[in-house]
């Protein structure tokens, strides 16, 4: 059975909850995760939340992942169904919620580009990208180019079979969040649930990267170019359904 059709299968029988706004199945989703000062993120925080730290410390990720069966209150858009997306996002709390916010995500399609703005005011950004998965025995490498400010690269390899890691560590911490915040255009916190099964992981990931941070994310960013990730995680992903929530401002 292919990645697609697997990913349609178990997405559409995810499909069936009435209050999900998206329905997709994320599959290959490389998290390179990197400290940074807190003065990095609090400027961007939406209201009411706090940073969500690792061993003490605030943490980005560098997250690049496919979409695959994407269903919009469950149409099918044609041309819209499949395309890769790349993320740098940054961790949270509302009380004990724990979740992620996001400083820019990037994706091909002009269209979902301009929804995500539109309705939830994400920082979403059209440009050329493009996504190629391989499987070579119990190995997997997973490619990424990102066409901002010249073309940069990303490519993870890892080895199987994936298994679910253990809750308390960091490979879960992560990759396994419930919820998503921004803020609105009138800055009032905008909250949204994720919904899927816990992910396994590939072992021994590893990444290459040639990556101009300041090009893709501003110069505020470019401190990270040629810095390693303090750890590298290849989860296997899964259908997901994403339903908005009120939960205050």
């Known amino acids: 059975m292919s990645e697609e059709s697997r990913g349609a299968g178990e997405g559409t029988a995810l499909s069936t909850s009435s209050r999900a706004f998206l329905t997709a199945s994320w599959r290959h989703l490389c998290l390179l995760n990197y400290p940074v000062d807190p003065g990095l993120l609090e400027p961007r925080l939406p209201p009411g939340l706090t940073l969500d730290l690792y061993d003490g410390r605030p943490y980005v990720s560098l997250v ?3 979409f ?10 044609p041309g819209y169904r499949r395309f890769p997306e790349i993320n740098l996002r940054y961790y949270v709390r509302h009380g004990d919620r724990r979740g ?18 539109a309705l939830y005011n994400e920082p979403y950004r059209r440009a ?10 119990d190995g997997i490498t997973v490619r990424h180019r990102l066409m ?6 990303l490519t993870v390899r890892a080895a199987g079979p994936p298994t679910v890691p253990p809750p308390d560590s960091r490979a879960h911490f992560f990759k396994e969040h419930s919820w998503g915040f921004g803020h609105s255009r009138r800055g009032r916190l905008l909250t949204y649930e994720v919904r899927h099964p ?10 290459a990267l040639d990556w101009d941070w300041g090009a893709v994310y501003g110069p505020e960013w470019a401190g990270l170019n040629g810095v390693e990730p303090a750890s590298v995680v290849l989860a296997e992903g899964s259908p997901i359904a994403v339903a908005p929530k009120r939960l205050g401002a």
């Open 64 to 66: 690049a992942f496919d």
């Open 68 to 77: 695959l069966d994407t269903r919009v209150l469950g149409v099918p858009w």
């Open 100 to 117: 992620v916010a996001f400083v820019r995500e990037y994706v091909p399609g002009r269209l979902v580009a301009w929804m995500a703005r």
């Open 128 to 137: 050329p990208m493009e996504s190629d998965v391989a499987l070579e025995g």
């Open 148 to 153: 901002v400010g010249g073309v940069q690269s």
């Open 198 to 207: 816990v992910w396994a992981v590939w072992r021994d990931a590893t990444a």
